[in-house]
């Protein structure tokens, strides 16, 4: 609240071991984490983190080794998994919610990396274990088609891209040579 000079903790009481956290404005957030019989769960706020409901993820804890959310709005996210594999694999698992975080329904995903979504359907993953694979999806995650990449152009505006695929949004840039 008041740009990092003080901190307040926020945390969970039931959140034995936390994967990952997004919060879309300064009261809605989301958290996953596991529990100590090996369950995940969702965890949500709509108070700025005083208080927490949570709620379970049709999985089992066990061999994720990190969890990354999207939400776009406070009613739809989606919530992929990194499994635990080897070096030369990417695997995952992906759960979309359209209430919130009350139920979730699994969807595929062909690399276990954090996901994108514009919207209820348009969404990218990319990474792999050579960091060179990038899928799309046009259904909202039941299907992914592998993607060309393509070279993007920094036009004359600062910090804008160019020949962005349909449906991106917004792009940032570190700074000017990245």
Do not use: C
Request: charged residues 15%.
């Amino acid at each position: 609240r008041n740009q990092g000079v003080t901190w307040d903790e926020i945390t969970p009481k039931e959140a034995s071991s936390i994967l990952g956290v997004e919060f879309i404005d300064p009261q809605h957030g989301w958290l996953v984490s596991s529990t100590t019989n090996g369950e995940l769960s969702i965890h949500q706020t709509v108070d700025g983190g005083q208080n927490w409901q949570a709620y379970p993820l049709p999985t089992s804890a066990q061999d994720v080794a990190a969890a990354y959310l999207d939400f776009i709005d406070g009613q739809t996210g989606w919530v992929a998994l990194k499994m635990v594999s080897g070096s030369s694999f990417s695997v995952g698992q992906l759960f979309v919610t359209q209430d919130g975080s009350h139920s979730w329904e699994e969807r595929s995903i062909p690399l276990g990396e954090p996901v994108q979504f514009s919207d209820l359907l348009h969404g990218w993953v990319a990474g792999g274990p050579a960091g060179d694979q990038y899928y799309a999806t046009r259904d909202g995650g039941h299907t992914w088609k592998s993607v060309t990449q393509q070279a993007y152009t920094l036009t004359s505006a600062p910090n804008t891209i160019s020949n962005l695929p349909e449906n991106v949004v917004r792009a940032s840039l570190a700074d000017q040579n990245s």
